[in-house]
């Protein structure tokens, strides 16, 4: 696995509508109805380049398309498939919407000797997709991503959530998040992500990376 797929992807020209999720390159299109939806993912699935693990889903008047459910994955044959699909959705009247692509993620904490991804997977009912990760297999639902803590380090707290969204839409859900009660726990990493926590202490990580991500800072 390596950084260059996506990276290439992001740094890629006619890939706008696009945004580059912990899952993966990830667009919305907003149509004016649900027949309008499935004409376009019929239209869709007819390009050759299309891989195999193309996901898409409807929800009444947009139509989501993720190109990989694993970021690590991602090559320049996904590249070439986004900006056919780009050039369909044009076609057909869609609109890119950048600020309504998401993807959330349930980051459970172990330290190494104690990642229990078979008990994830098999309670939720979700595939293994890699060592420390596993998705719904319908879509519908978040993946659920292991987080190995340093062996060293103590364990402060067991799960939090991680919610992935476009560069340039992130400090809009911060600033939504705040202004419902939230504080900020952690912004050294910003802007690429900031923790923050609800009145009880729980957890959760808004993430503009990998979308926000360069080839500098990886």
């Given at each position: 696995m390596s950084e260059q797929?996506?990276?290439?992807?992001?740094?890629?020209?006619?890939?706008?509508?696009?945004?580059?999720?912990?899952?993966?390159?990830?667009?919305?299109?907003?149509?004016?109805?649900?027949?309008?939806?499935v004409r376009l993912a019929e239209a869709f699935s007819q390009v050759p380049e299309v891989a195999d693990d193309l996901l898409m889903t409807i929800a009444g008047d947009r139509l989501t398309v993720r190109l990989t459910r694993d970021l690590w994955q991602v090559d320049d044959r996904h590249v070439a498939c986004a900006r056919e699909l780009s050039a369909i959705a044009h076609t057909y009247g869609a609109r890119p919407d950048r600020t309504a692509v998401q993807e959330i993620q349930l980051a459970i904490a172990a330290?190494?000797?104690?990642?229990?991804?078979?008990?994830?997977?098999?309670?939720?009912?979700?595939?293994?997709?890699?060592?420390?990760?596993?998705?719904?297999?319908?879509?519908?639902?978040?993946?659920v991503w292991m987080q190995e803590l340093d062996a060293t380090k103590s364990l402060r707290h067991a799960m939090h959530v991680d919610v992935s969204v476009a560069r340039d839409h992130v400090e809009q859900r911060l600033e939504a998040a705040l202004a419902a009660g939230g504080r900020i726990v952690d912004d050294s990493e910003a802007p690429r992500w900031w923790t923050l926590a609800d009145r009880a202490g729980n957890r959760v990580c808004i993430a503009a990376w990998p979308d926000g991500a360069t080839s500098t800072d990886g």
């Open positions: 797929g996506w990276q290439r992807f992001l740094e890629s020209d006619g890939l706008d509508d696009w945004v580059v999720l912990h899952g993966g390159p990830t667009a919305v299109y907003r149509v004016a109805s649900l027949v309008e939806a330290q190494p000797d104690a990642v229990d991804l078979g008990f994830w997977s098999a309670v939720l009912g979700y595939t293994t997709t890699a060592d420390d990760n596993a998705v719904d297999p319908l879509g519908h639902g978040s993946t």
